[in-house]
Nanobody, 115 residues
Framework: QVQLVESGGGLVQAGGSLRLSCAAS????????MGWYRQAPGKQREYVAG???????SYADSVKGRFTISRDNAKDTVYLQMNSLKPEDTAVYYC?????????WGQGTQVTVSS
């Protein structure tokens, strides 16, 4: 059974920072890419950032220069450092892990940015 446990969400004022974490556990093998998506109320889930096993990163244009994704391969954990947060960053953030066999999602963590 594979589990992705997310933490770090919360309420923050505009301009503030939060750090999300997502730890994978269970029978998970061959992790390739790890990433973050988000879904705001009434909107489609959208890509935020991703990182390959080798450390290559990619970002949505809306978060470039403000968010930083990183991972610890030894701990099967991915992080998302979010700085200069804006009200439009408010959403449920989901961790995604892609392995050689399957694709896994976390339960989501709420991030709310007040103006």
């Amino acid at each position: 059974q594979v589990q992705l446990v997310e933490s770090g969400g919360g309420l923050v004022q505009a301009g503030g920072s939060l750090r999300l974490s997502c730890a994978a556990s269970g029978s998970i093998f061959g992790i390739n890419a790890m990433g973050w998506y988000r879904q705001a109320p009434g909107k489609q889930r959208e890509y935020v950032a991703g990182i390959t096993r080798g450390g290559r990163t990619s970002y949505a244009d809306s978060v470039k220069g403000r968010f930083t994704i990183s991972r610890d391969n030894a701990k099967d954990t991915v992080y998302l450092q979010m700085n200069s947060l804006k009200p439009e960053d408010t959403a449920v953030y989901y961790c995604n892990v892609v392995t050689t066999r399957d694709d896994y999602w976390g339960q989501g963590t709420q991030v709310t940015v007040s103006s």
